[in-house]
């Protein structure tokens, strides 16, 4: 054993690179004068990791390069997009950090909203017109957790994060947004079976646009252990809203109710998982800049039909409360998708993807949709 090696050891240091990669091919309605066109995206993951017996961090690479309609005058596309994280672990405490980068030209064309680069996403969320924009995002949270005996546990949260258009041109189709978000959470087992959150959470938004936004959160839930294969959650409580739609315009103050519910049922022996939700509040709409009370829902099956061949299937909704006024949204995504693990390494996916949206007194309702064939190779950890 070499000094370098002894000294790793001794200090219990390992070390693990793993590597991926996700290609699809994809048959469109662009919805444009090209009509159906054929799209090719990869995106390659790389992951470097370092643990020790108290702690681990990791270092990615994760960018995703596109060329669109490649039968009606190619659209190159690169997003390049970095991740650190990191997480510190006490007999009763953690301490973690999570912070992304991502930057480059990029579209909607997948149909897959950007929801983890958007600080106000959302399960429904709306997509932009399939421009090319040059986009960018950063996000950074710290996040400290605690426990006190066996009964109550602790959870706080701070984070920073910004994100759209990278130029004025980019921005016509996704403002910029950025603001802080804090969170703090305290959870009590009333049994072995029952949980209860106490939950507060405060939000700015500020856009490029005008609109600024500040939105404080109070639930309490409730979660139930019906049996080892069905849980589910009931949260309520208030939102209070004080935004405006940039200057001169005044501040808005206004409450609203805050509503959500959740089942998940787990059926092994069938090789089923399926998940319902339901949450009614108010969001930042990522377009507008605008506050949107809305009522919206998602549900998620899982079904393995043997041990090789599987089906996904992924469904949302979201419907603007006020949905007789100019500016209301009626968001429709949903997902399809058999999965064949063709060996060890390799899983291939076949499926369709649908987004409708409609935005009331802002024209005719957009309908996109497309089928894919994607692959993921998968190569083994090389650890050290």
């Given amino acids: 054993m070499s000094g370098f090696s002894a000294l790793l050891a001794a200090a219990a240091i390992s070390f693990v690179l793993d590597l991926s990669d996700r290609s699809e091919v994809r048959l469109r309605d662009s919805g444009e004068a090209a009509?159906?066109?054929?799209?090719?995206?990869?995106?390659?993951?790389?992951?470097?990791g370092v643990s020790t017996r108290t702690?681990?961090?990791?270092?990615?690479?994760?960018?995703r390069f596109t060329l669109r309609q490649i039968d009606a005058g190619q659209l190159p596309e690169a997003l390049h997009r970095g991740a650190l994280s990191g997480s510190v672990r006490g007999r009763h405490s953690a301490l973690t950090l999570d912070c992304d980068l991502a930057r480059g030209n990029t579209s909607f064309t997948s149909l897959v909203p950007l929801a983890s680069l958007s600080p106000s996403a959302t399960a429904v969320d709306r997509l932009p017109s399939p421009s090319t924009i040059e986009y960018l995002s950063s996000r950074a949270t710290v996040a400290a957790t605690t426990s006190l005996?066996?009964?109550?546990?602790?959870?706080?949260?701070?984070?920073?994060?910004l994100s759209g258009g990278a130029d004025a041109r980019s921005r016509e189709?996704?403002?910029?947004?950025?603001?802080?978000?804090?969170?703090?959470?305290?959870?009590?087992?009333?049994?072995?079976?029952?949980?209860?959150a106490s939950a507060i959470e405060v939000s700015r938004t500020l856009f490029s646009t005008g609109p600024d936004s500040v939105i404080g959160e109070a639930t309490e839930a409730w979660r139930h252990v019906f049996d080892r294969r069905t849980e589910g959650a009931l949260g309520a409580?208030?939102?209070?809203?004080?935004?405006?739609e940039g200057e001169p315009s005044a501040w808005i103050t206004r409450l609203y109710?805050?509503?959500?519910?959740?089942?998940?049922?787990?059926?092994?022996?069938?090789?089923?998982e399926a998940t319902l939700s339901l949450r009614l509040a108010p969001i930042v709409?990522?377009?507008?800049?605008?506050?949107?009370?809305?009522?919206?829902?998602?549900?998620?099956?899982?079904?393995?039909?043997?041990?090789?061949?599987?089906?996904?299937?992924?469904?949302g909704a979201?419907?603007?409360?006020?949905?007789?006024?100019?500016?209301?949204?009626?968001?429709?995504?949903g997902e399809a998708a058999f999965l064949a693990r063709a060996s060890p390494a390799t899983r291939i996916e076949l499926g369709t993807r649908v987004a409708s949206q409609d935005t009331r007194g802002a024209g005719a309702p957009s309908t996109r949709w497309l089928t894919f064939a994607g692959a993921t190779f998968t190569l083994p950890s090389v650890r050290f």
């Fill in 35 to 48: 009509g159906r066109v054929v799209d090719l995206e990869t995106a390659p993951v790389a992951t470097l």
């Fill in 55 to 63: 702690s681990r961090f990791s270092l990615g690479y994760l960018p």
């Fill in 149 to 161: 005996g066996s009964r109550w546990a602790f959870r706080a949260l701070a984070e920073h994060a």
């Fill in 173 to 196: 189709v996704i403002p910029f947004q950025s603001g802080p978000r804090g969170a703090f959470r305290a959870t009590i087992a009333l049994s072995r079976r029952d949980h209860l």
């Fill in 237 to 244: 409580g208030a939102s209070l809203v004080t935004a405006r």
């Fill in 257 to 272: 109710p805050v509503a959500d519910a959740t089942l998940t049922h787990r059926a092994p022996g069938a090789g089923v």
């Fill in 285 to 315: 709409d990522r377009l507008s800049g605008l506050v949107d009370e809305r009522l919206q829902g998602t549900v998620a099956v899982a079904w393995a039909l043997t041990p090789r061949l599987a089906l996904r299937t992924q469904f």
């Fill in 318 to 333: 979201a419907q603007s409360v006020q949905w007789d006024r100019d500016g209301a949204v009626t968001l429709i995504l």
